[in-house]
């Protein structure tokens, strides 16, 4: 039945959405995808008749004119109740388990979980705003990124359990499938909705023009420069230093100070030294900034890994989650080792986050991208195994990527893009960058079914491999994954012995390299804001 009504569904919603526009609406045929709609978006669901009935309710609460929107945001409302609830229930596993390995990955699950809450309550907002007139231009890309990155935090919480028996794992299992197969289904709809005129009907070359005209609020006025001049020439709200010549001592307790939920940009300068700390800026603390006094200059380090008892994702030296972080001049490391496996020296969850003239530097999982949009600006990122891998929609230009020595038997291999499904709008971009490989290396593998990562207009050094990328297992995701590259130069960029999976593409149409530029990050409406440099399109 499922199946039937989501044929239905294809096959209603083009001839609803042409007649919407025309203003020639057929009543029977609105009701009629309406209800495929309201199927579809409880497709898959273990109580299926509990979840149409919850909508349908919830339909019937909004306004008197409902249409397929009202459907969308009816199954957002469900989904969020829901995955509140799983909140609830993962807390109760708190005091029944004695594992350490096991507590942390299920705090992982409730911090992951407050993350789908709040990208599902975003999204709710932002539709309810729409419909109220609001003009934001740039909603689809904010409502596609939120809901591409809540369907993805439920894994991450389940990976968490490797190294356990995984008993309180088979507990929680079924109410977090029951969360993501929810979310799937809202993102599928909202794909097929996204071309509905719910947005405002404008030119917004204006608007686009005058973002990219303006510098940032938070730097001094009439100075566009003080973003690459010392920190002394800025605004700084807070200083960090070891020596005792700042506000603080610690990077952590500066942040752990800085106002919640701030709306402008609050700016901490982290003067040279190495602070030995793990940081774990919190979503509540929006805006924040670091600058520090250079690469190798700033150093934040740790050692967390996965042989010590963490899960790979608390295993990060540093990790962001406010909207709208910025890092510059620094350094994040994490020295432990290819043999201690997972050991992430930056972790980023940040929304609209920008990283500019930053080394980050480990050996397996380095960079964990690991969801909403991120861009980096002339970084560098050592490592050996997946290094730059997560599932967020990460843009690097001009970065330089170093590999290192991994253990023996084990093959290098830079990104590992954990993309599950296809209508999230997530991948890496690797553009105009360096890849300086001094050991047999692989451009990536896919870590998920539609994993997604392009090259554009990069140096490849000759221990690139000919063959260029590497499978997961077998033939997983190799017809479903999309990999790409666009004129990539350098003795390792040869494309005459790459690959020939159908996921591969040798990209010669400059229209669809361009897809894969700051525009995959929405970044033309808010890489302006950040003060940090980027090309808005292509060289060649």
Request: hydrophobic residues 35%; charged residues 20%; neutral net charge.
């Amino acid at each position: 039945m499922a199946l039937l009504n989501f044929l239905l569904l294809l096959v209603l919603l083009p001839n609803f959405i042409e007649a919407l526009s025309n203003g020639t609406i057929n009543s029977e045929d609105q009701s009629h995808t309406m209800q495929a709609m309201i199927v579809q978006a409880c497709n898959n669901v273990e109580n299926q008749n509990s979840c149409l009935s919850n909508i349908q309710s919830r339909l019937e609460t909004l306004d008197s004119q409902q249409n397929p929107t009202s459907v969308l945001r009816a199954a957002l409302e469900a989904t969020l109740n829901e995955a509140r609830l799983a909140i609830e229930m993962v807390t109760k596993f708190n005091t029944l388990s004695i594992d350490s390995r096991e507590q942390i990955a299920i705090e992982d699950c409730k911090e992951l979980l407050d993350f789908s809450v709040s990208e599902l309550a975003w999204s709710l907002a932002e539709m309810k705003q729409i419909r109220a007139g609001s003009k934001n231009i740039h909603y689809e890309g904010d409502l596609k990124a939120w809901l591409s990155a809540a369907l993805s935090n439920q894994d991450t919480c389940l990976e968490g359990f490797e190294g356990t028996d995984r008993r309180v794992e088979s507990f929680i299992k079924g109410s977090l499938t029951q969360v993501t197969q929810l979310i799937s289904n809202v993102l599928t709809l909202y794909t097929q909705l996204h071309s509905l005129p719910f947005k405002p009907r404008r030119n917004d070359t204006t608007t686009m023009n005058k973002a990219m005209d303006d510098h940032p609020k938070w730097l001094t006025e009439g100075d566009k420069d003080l973003l690459f001049a010392s920190p002394k020439g800025m605004h700084v709200d807070a200083i960090v230093a070891l020596d005792g010549s700042g506000h603080f001592r610690s990077i952590g307790q500066a942040i752990y100070e800085a106002p919640s939920y701030s709306k402008r940009r609050y700016i901490i300068y982290v003067k040279k030294g190495v602070y030995r700390e793990n940081i774990d800026l919190k979503k509540k603390k929006t805006n924040v900034m670091l600058v520090g006094d250079g690469i190798g200059a700033t150093v934040v380090t740790g050692n967390r890994n996965f042989m010590q008892g963490w899960t790979t994702f608390r295993t990060a030296t540093v990790a962001v989650s406010g909207k709208g972080f910025i890092a510059r001049d620094m350094t994040f490391r994490n020295t432990a080792g290819p043999q201690n496996h997972q050991g992430v020296a930056l972790r980023v969850d940040s929304d609209q986050s920008a990283f500019y003239r930053c080394s980050m530097e480990g050996y397996q999982d380095t960079l964990y991208a690991h969801s909403l949009r991120q861009f980096y600006r002339e970084c560098s990122i050592h490592g050996t195994i997946d290094f730059i891998f997560g599932n967020g929609a990460a843009v690097l230009q001009y970065c330089k990527i170093f590999t290192r020595e991994p253990l023996p038997l084990q093959k290098v291999t830079i990104t590992a893009q954990g993309r599950k499904d296809p209508h999230q709008s997530t991948g890496f971009v690797i553009q105009d960058s360096y890849v300086y490989a001094t050991k047999p290396t692989y451009l990536g593998r896919p870590w998920k079914q539609y994993s997604r990562t392009v090259f554009l207009n990069t140096y490849m050094s000759g221990f690139v491999q000919p063959r260029g990328w590497l499978e997961w297992y077998g033939d997983f995701a190799l017809s479903t994954l999309w990999y790409g590259e666009y004129r990539n130069y350098g003795p390792g960029a040869s494309l005459s012995g790459r690959i020939r999976w159908p996921g591969y593409h040798i990209i010669n149409d400059k229209s669809v390299a361009k897809f894969f530029t700051v525009g995959f990050i929405d970044g033309r409406s808010w890489l302006p804001g950040t003060g940090v440099k980027f090309s808005s399109g292509l060289d060649n």
